[in-house]
Each structure stands twice: as C-alpha cells, then as structure tokens.
C-alpha cells in the first residue's frame, strides 16, 4: 500500500516538474518505477497509475513527442494547480465550522485544499443553528451532477405513494432547508424536481458520463416551485393557540374576523402537503377559502372519523 | 481508506506544511480530519517522495522533531490540486446548507460561499439556494441561544384546551430535511429534550439565566425512548408511509393487505395524535386505545368547525381528553 502510495505521489511529481511530455521509458529512468523486464506488464501498472490518478483529479495529458512515434505524458502546472483564493481567517473558519457540523463525509480534504494556503483559522462562536444533510444523497447526486450521469431512486410523492424515478440530474438546490435535485425525468420527460429527503433509498447512476446537456435556459428555481407547488392563497381563521404556528407560515391578518377568531391570508399553499399542516393544527384553524382546499379538509377529516375509526379494526400482526 | 485518498492528502499535506513550518502533528490531524497516525504515516511516505530516479534522489525532506514537522525541497508541489469537480460541488453544497440556516449568525459563512462558489466554478444553475430556510426559524429562540437567556414556550399539546407555558433552557436549533426541532432543557417537564417541530408555539424571552453551569454539548436530535414512554402500534395506508420517517421506529412490518404496520414508543402521544390527524384517514392507531380516542377526539371538534351552524361548533370541542404529553 505504501509503495503504491510512494508510486502515484512520484509520477505526479515527475510529470508535473517535467515541461516537455515524457515517453514511458524517460518516466522509468526518472522515477525509477515500471522497470519490469516484460514490458507490457511495465505498460500495464503505468495505465493503471495515469487511470488512478485522473480519478483523483491529476490532469494526467497524452501529447505527442518530437521526433518520435511514442506517446509522451505530462501535467500542466496550470491545470493541476488551485489558485489562491482570498479567504480571511475568518471565512476558513466558517468553512470548518460549516463541514465540522453538517458532518459531511469527504469535505474536509477539499477544505483542506482551499485552505492549504489560506490564513489558519480563527475562532469563532459556535451558531446556535445546527444543519443535518442526508450526506449520501447529497454525495451521490452531486457525483452524477457534475459527471452528467442518469440516476434512479424510489422515491415518495407529496401525496405518500411510492414510485422508482430516472432523472438526469441538471442541478442541486435548496429551497426552505430543503434539498432539491432538479433534472429531466426519463418517463415524462419534462423538468421535475424531487427532494432528497422523500428518496426511499441512495440513488443510483447509471449508464455512460456525459449522458446528457443540460439545458441552456434551465431556471431551477421554476423548476423547483414546479406546477405542483403552484400555491392559491387561502383564508383561515385561526385560535389564538395555532396564531403562532401561522405567523411562521406567513401568514398575515386580514383584519376581518370570524365567529370571534381573526381571519389569515396565507400567500400560497400546497394542495397536498398543506392540506396535511392544516390537518395537523386540529381544532384551532378553520379554512374560508378556497372551497377545494375547505373539502379537501372536510373529507380528511370524515376519513379519520369513518366507521370503525374508535374501534381498534386493523390489529397487529 | 483506499490509496487513492492516501495519495490526494499527501498531495494537499505538502503545500499545507511548505506554508506552515513547525506545524505540530495535533494541528495537521485537525486540518485533515483523520488520526494522527495517518499524519505519521504520511509523512513517513513522503520522505521517501520526490524524485528518486534522478541520480541519488532528489527526495523531499521531511524533518520531525518532537511533534513538529518541517518540510523542505517539495517545491514541485507549492500549490495543491484542484478540488475533482464533485469534491468542489459537495463542499458548495455543504456550505451553501450551512450559510442558509446560520448566515445571520456567521456572516463569513456566507461571504466565504461566495468566494468558493467562483474559484472551484460551481454556477448557480448547478447549486444554488432559491429559498432560503429563514422563515422556518424563530429569531426569538436564536437569539435566545445567543444570550443564553431562559425561554417560556406556549406549547400547546394536541387535544389540550389550553396552551401550556414551559420554561426551557434552549441552546441548538437542528434543522434537518426542512424540518426544526429545539433542543433544551425542560424545566416544567424536566429533563432534557428534543422538541421536533416546535411550531405549535410562541416563544418569549424569560428571566435571566440561573447561576450554574450550561448543560452538556446537545446530543443528536434523536428520541430516546424512556421507561414511562406508551407503546403505541399504528396501520397505515400507501398515503400515510410518510409517517415512517416522521418518528423514530421500533420496528416496521409490511402486512400482508399492503398496510404498513409501525411499533414505536412516545413519551408525547399528543403530538402523535397530530400526526395521526395530519394523515387524513391514512393511518389508524392500532393501541393504544386512550391514544385512538384522541385522535377520534381532535377530528370531531376539527369536524364540528366546518358545521353550518356556528353555535353547533362552539359547543362541539373535546372533552374530558387527557393530556398525555403534560403526564
């Protein structure tokens, strides 16, 4: 393990100090690795190591040599390279702090990448907010995004049942702490957005890189408000128990009442997951308007109170 | 850990130590986020790194005396590799989530975003934040943290009349997948807990802090079941398998009618009943049964609103339901 770690540190080095391509024969005598006497096997290891090495990200190029039917190997300096990025003491803290608490696996080389010749860190208070992600997700689909690779997962609808989807994953992004992968689904062939915390399991790429193009005029932010979440405004009345819980939501009052309690204007809500958040403040809200939203209350309700709902009818198994 | 890691942390390792001579094995371990083994072992690989094959070597020079390393004769690796393009995307990400919920508090989150954002090349049609989570946090209870002041919390447990105050020591909001929960110490209930979706609440600064010392660093935002906790058994349709993830589970059995069976215990059956209630018919409670009632409960009155008469819903609210939360 060591040797080989030895190995692909060397021919990085060799092919980055090098500013003319090295045939495998010169790399041999540089680093004095693939001198196997059969020298296939010698051709075999050194594409194994080129191959290895491009997959951590070493920008291992094929160019002609002069006065020769060989291929020559070298790293341009420019590509390999990070270029300095301003970060004050203060944002490479913010950075650490940012991968120390959301525990994301894998990030704190990149951050030591960033920061290898950055200010070192200065301390910081600790934010009272902490952040959770679903960090393999996140992983797999930033993976695919930026390998324009297809990927499948289970996933679940607003409305609770479960389907597989193929998206070609265009961008990632966040919307009310909420992870959204936004792409071109392989059935409907439209944009559609899905969050990663409703996936049932890890998603999964499949087929070749560079699958797909992903659209100039992609605007993600539509993508992710998508006709489903098209919101209608709604009226509630609301206790003085659940007046908070609506204020959060956004809601406003509208200086009317209704049989003692104030009347809400809520800007947009989901026809599904909000039937639910209402559903959930019970007793305390009654909605106005729209009628829809109103029946769609009304029999959620009738379903829980169907007969047979105070019995215990479904038994455990 | 595969060689492969190995290899992309000595090639960072190096131009980290050329601008930071001296640097003790403790602080290296930090940077990297691995054991300080790994570091000795590292650095005993990279004295053996460079360019052996010229002549007698042209090797770095790796000097470790006590705990602090020096490395010299590596200038061929001054700068570090670029970060792969999915590396530069997850940690966009990373931040991008973090500088979304704590921006307010740590501004140098969000300036620092900005900043890796246009050197790694991630655009915003790629990554980006189109909402930010503000709205789903109480300023009250972040600033609350802050100070280290006492917060009174109206929390109103489902099928309770009333709301009840609760004085708690907050000090972490989680956030997780859209969802918040408050973690505190509870004086009224005692004990220390997570409150998952504290929204059926107000909040008020309350008195100044007591005399003593602040409570332990706060534990994952994950319920641990207690002795006086109900076992609770719910059947729930294609339409209510979110609830699966909405609690932490015992066990979950597929029956064979297609329902999905849920085991877990709750020491806030009121807040279960919600949840219940939120699924519209699409999950029963199966036991207990004072749990069932409650839930029976919460839809008739919810039910009684939508009557056409209003003296026939002012006189339909729950009655004599227990608490189970405040018990």
């Known amino acids: ?317 | 850990m595969s060689a492969t890691d190995d290899v992309a942390r000595m090639l960072t390792l190096v131009p980290w130590l050329l601008e930071r001579p001296g640097a003790s094995l403790a602080e290296i371990a930090t940077a990297f986020g691995v054991e300080v083994a790994t570091i000795r072992r590292d650095l005993g690989a990279l004295d053996f790194c460079g360019l052996p094959g010229l002549g007698g070597g042209d090797l770095f020079d790796v000097t470790t005396v006590g705990d602090r390393v020096v490395v010299q004769m590596a200038d061929e690796l001054k700068r570090p590799l670029k970060p792969t393009p999915s590396e530069a995307l997850r940690l966009v990400l990373t931040v991008d989530a973090m500088a979304d919920v704590a921006g307010e508090e740590v501004p140098a989150l969000r300036s620092a975003v900005g900043k890796i954002r246009a050197a790694l090349g991630i655009p915003r049609t790629t990554a980006d934040v189109v909402a930010d989570a503000g709205p789903l946090l109480a300023s009250t209870l972040r600033d609350a943290i802050r100070d280290r002041v006492q917060v009174e919390i109206d929390y109103r447990a489902r099928g309770a009349e009333t709301a009840t105050t609760r004085l708690v020591d907050p000090w972490a909001l989680h956030v997780v997948d859209g969802t918040w929960y408050l973690q505190a110490f509870d004086h009224t209930r005692g004990g220390r807990r997570p409150v998952p979706r504290p929204r059926g609440a107000a909040a008020r600064r309350g008195p100044p802090p007591p005399a003593r010392g602040r409570p332990p660093p706060p534990p994952p935002p994950r319920y641990v079941a207690g002795p006086d906790d109900v076992e609770v058994v719910l059947v729930v349709e294609q339409g209510g398998r979110w609830l699966a993830d909405a609690v932490v589970l015992d066990e979950q059995r597929e029956r064979p009618d297609g329902r999905l069976e849920l085991h877990l215990r709750t020491d806030a059956p009121a807040w279960l009943a919600q949840l219940v209630l939120m699924a519209g018919g699409q999950a029963r409670v199966a036991q207990p049964a004072a749990l069932r009632a409650e839930v029976v409960a919460l839809a008739r009155s919810a039910r009684a609103r939508y009557a056409t008469s209003a003296t026939e819903a002012a006189g339909a609210g729950p009655t004599g339901t227990d608490d189970h939360a405040a018990s």
């Open chain 1, 1 to 317: 393990m060591t040797a080989k770690v030895e190995r692909l540190v060397n021919l990085t080095v060799a092919l980055l100090e090098t500013r003319r391509p090295l045939t495998l024969r010169e790399l041999k005598q540089r680093t004095g690795y693939y001198d196997q006497a059969d020298g296939a096997a010698a051709r075999r290891m050194f594409e194994r190591d080129k191959d290895e090495l491009r997959r951590l990200g070493v920008p291992v190029t094929v160019a002609p040599v002069p006065h020769s039917e060989e291929q020559g190997y070298l790293v341009p300096r420019r590509e390999y390279e990070l270029a300095d990025i301003e970060l004050t003491g203060e944002e490479v803290a913010a950075l650490g702090l940012a991968v120390r608490l959301t525990g994301a696996e894998g990030t704190p080389l990149a951050l030591a990448k960033l920061a290898a010749r950055a200010p070192d860190p200065v301390a910081l208070p600790e934010p009272t907010t902490r952040v959770e992600l679903s960090v393999d997700a996140v992983d797999a689909i930033a993976d695919a995004v930026v390998r324009r690779r297809s990927v499948r997962f289970g996933y679940r609808r607003a409305d609770g049942t479960d389907g597989r989807r193929a998206v070609d994953p265009f961008a990632v992004v966040r919307r009310r702490a909420a992870w959204y992968v936004v792409g071109r689904d392989h059935d409907r062939d439209a944009l559609r957005a899905f969050r990663l915390d409703r996936m049932t399991d890890e998603p999964r790429a499949f087929g070749d890189d560079d699958a797909f193009t992903v659209p100039d005029d992609l605007d993600v932010e539509r993508a992710v408000a998508g006709p489903e979440e098209e919101g209608v405004p709604v009226l509630l009345a609301v206790a003085p128990a659940a007046r908070w819980a609506v204020e959060l939501r956004g809601g406003a009052r509208t200086g009317r009442t209704h049989a003692d309690w104030p009347v809400y204007e809520l800007p947009g809500l989901h026809p599904w997951r909000d039937r639910s958040w209402i559903l959930g403040l019970g007793p305390d809200v009654v909605v106005l308007d729209p009628p829809r939203l109103r029946d769609a209350v009304v029999a959620a309700l009738d379903a829980v109170l169907a007969p047979g709902a105070d019995a215990p009818g479904s038994e455990p198994t």
